[in-house]
């Protein structure tokens, strides 16, 4: 089994920037794909990026691509999300998640989530 534990989130201006973090800690040394996801009150979550088990792969949601990047660092067993050029529309909560698809194919759904980091971006 896995846990995971975001971190980074906060109050930023539009234009801002932020880095969310993934804390991965697994029974194992298996590594997992790792999907961010962000959902609003009253809306449906929808994924916002990922990176395959090895890190050569990696897919971005056409709202952020440009803006956003994602990486891991093994060593420390973390995952990452950089966000630059925030906008008002990126406010959520920001969840990490293994993928069902480790291809990165999030429209499989993700298994043990991340109680979520609260990311607002407003002036």
């Known amino acids: 089994q896995v846990q995971l534990v975001e971190s980074g989130g906060g109050l930023v201006q539009p234009g801002g920037s932020l880095r969310l973090s993934c804390a991965v800690s697994?029974?194992?040394?298996?590594?997992?794909?790792i999907g961010w996801f962000r959902q609003t009150p009253g809306k449906e979550r929808e994924g916002v990026s990922c990176?395959?088990?090895?890190?050569?792969?990696?897919w971005y949601a056409d709202s952020v691509k440009g803006r956003f990047t994602i990486s891991r660092d093994y060593a420390k067993r973390t995952v990452y999300l950089e966000m630059k050029n925030l906008k008002p529309e990126d406010t959520a909560v920001y969840y990490c998640a293994t993928p069902r698809n480790l291809d990165c194919d999030v429209s499989y759904g993700a298994d043990s989530w991340g109680k979520g980091t609260l990311v607002t971006v407003s002036s």
């Open positions: 697994t029974v194992t040394l298996d590594y997992y794909a």
């Open positions: 990176i395959t088990t090895s890190g050569r792969s990696t």
